[in-house]
C-alpha cells in the first residue's frame, strides 16, 4: 500500500493506489470497533447494576429477618402481611432482573463473537496471500466456530456454511429455539 502526498488513498481521495479490499477492511475494523465499545460501554453499566441487585438481594434478607423479629400480636399482624407482601413483589421483580442480565451475557458474547469474526474475515481479505487460498478460509472458518460456547451459534454457523442466507437461518432459529429460551433461565 503506497501513501500519496496528502494521506492513505481511500474513497473521497481515490489514487492509483485505490483497492476496494482496502475500503472495506476498513469499514469492517469500524464494525469491530463499534462493537467493542459498545460491549465495553454496556460492561460497565451491567456491572453497577449487578452491584445493586446483589447489595438489594442482602437488604431483602435483612427486611424478611426483621419480619421473623417482630412481635407476633393482632396489631403487628397486618404490618408483617403487607411488609412481607411487597418484599416477595420486591424479589419477583429482581429475579426479572437476573433474567434480564443472563439475556445480556448471551448477548455480549454473540456480540463479542461477531467482532472477532469480522476482525479475522479484516485479516483474510486484507491479505492478497490468503484471499484466494481456500484453506485460509477454511482456518478462518473453523477458528470462528471453535469460539462459539452456545449450541445456538453453531447451529447458526452450520446453516449459514450450509448455504442458507440470513433471513433463512434466523427462520430456522426461531423455529428451533422458541421454546428453548424458556428452558435457558436460571432462577436464584
Known amino acids: 500500500m503506497s501513501e500519496n502526498l496528502s494521506g492513505p488513498s481511500t474513497a473521497i481521495s481515490p489514487d492509483l493506489d485505490w483497492s476496494q479490499i482496502r475500503e472495506t477492511v476498513r469499514m469492517l475494523f469500524l464494525s469491530v470497533a463499534q462493537i467493542e465499545i459498545a460491549l465495553h460501554e454496556s460492561d460497565d453499566s ?9 447489595t438489594m438481594m442482602g437488604y431483602e434478607s435483612i427486611i424478611a429477618a426483621a419480619i421473623d423479629d417482630l412481635p407476633d400480636t393482632e396489631e403487628t ?3 408483617r402481611q403487607t411488609i412481607k407482601h411487597n418484599a416477595d413483589l420486591v424479589t419477583q421483580e429482581m429475579q426479572g432482573a437476573v433474567i434480564a442480565f443472563q439475556f445480556y451475557d448471551k448477548l455480549t458474547q454473540r456480540l463479542s463473537h461477531v467482532g472477532s469474526s469480522i476482525e479475522g474475515l479484516s485479516e483474510l481479505v486484507s491479505d492478497i496471500a490468503k484471499i484466494y487460498n481456500p484453506a485460509e478460509w477454511n482456518s478462518l472458518q473453523e477458528k470462528i466456530k471453535s469460539k462459539y460456547s452456545m ?4 447451529e447458526m454457523f452450520e446453516n449459514v ?13 426461531n423455529e428451533t429455539h422458541k421454546e428453548d429460551l424458556k428452558d435457558d433461565i436460571e432462577f436464584f
Do not use: C, Q
Request: no cysteine; charged share 35%; hydrophobic share 40%.
Open 77 to 79: 399482624a397486618e404490618i
Open 151 to 154: 449450541r445456538e451459534e453453531h
Open 46 to 54: 451491567v456491572e453497577h447494576l449487578t452491584s445493586a441487585f446483589t
Open 161 to 173: 456454511m450450509n448455504g442458507a442466507d440470513v433471513r433463512e437461518a434466523v427462520r430456522k432459529y
